[in-house]
């Protein structure tokens, strides 16, 4: 059974930074692609990051590029997301998923998070 935590949201003032990670288990962490997607009250479930198998490659949503860095670690099987000069429109609800490849599209991969928030107060 795959399985992925989410952790490190909090409630953080505009311009500071957090680092969310996600622990995965239950298949070969390092044979998927990663990403990280979010979910604003009232909207739809947005793409943020995305990371390969073996790190070497990621993909950024415009919004957050220069801003936020994912990474991994498949020794620890875990996922991070670096958010940094937060702002307020980036409150939601940061979700970890798995899927084969990188993608944008939340078809795309199989197995979610059971999310963290991140609150910006401004």
């Known amino acids: 059974q795959v399985q992925l935590v989410e952790s490190g949201g909090g409630l953080v003032q505009a311009g500071g930074s957090l680092r969310l990670s996600c622990v995965a288990s239950?298949?070969?962490?390092?044979?998927?692609?990663m990403g990280w997607f979010r979910q604003a009250p009232g909207k739809e479930r947005a793409f943020v990051a995305a990371?390969?198998?073996?790190?070497?490659?990621?993909d950024y949503a415009d919004s957050v590029k220069g801003r936020f860095t994912i990474s991994r670690d498949n020794a620890k099987n875990t996922v991070y997301l670096q958010v940094n000069s937060l702002k307020a429109d980036d409150t939601a609800v940061y979700y970890c998923?798995?899927?084969?490849?990188?993608?944008?599209?939340?078809?795309?991969?199989?197995?979610w998070g059971q999310g963290t928030q991140v609150t910006v107060s401004s």
């Open positions: 998923a798995t899927g084969r490849y990188i993608s944008m599209a939340t078809d795309d991969y199989d197995y």
């Open positions: 239950g298949r070969t962490f390092s044979n998927y692609a």
């Open positions: 990371i390969s198998k073996s790190g070497g490659v990621a």
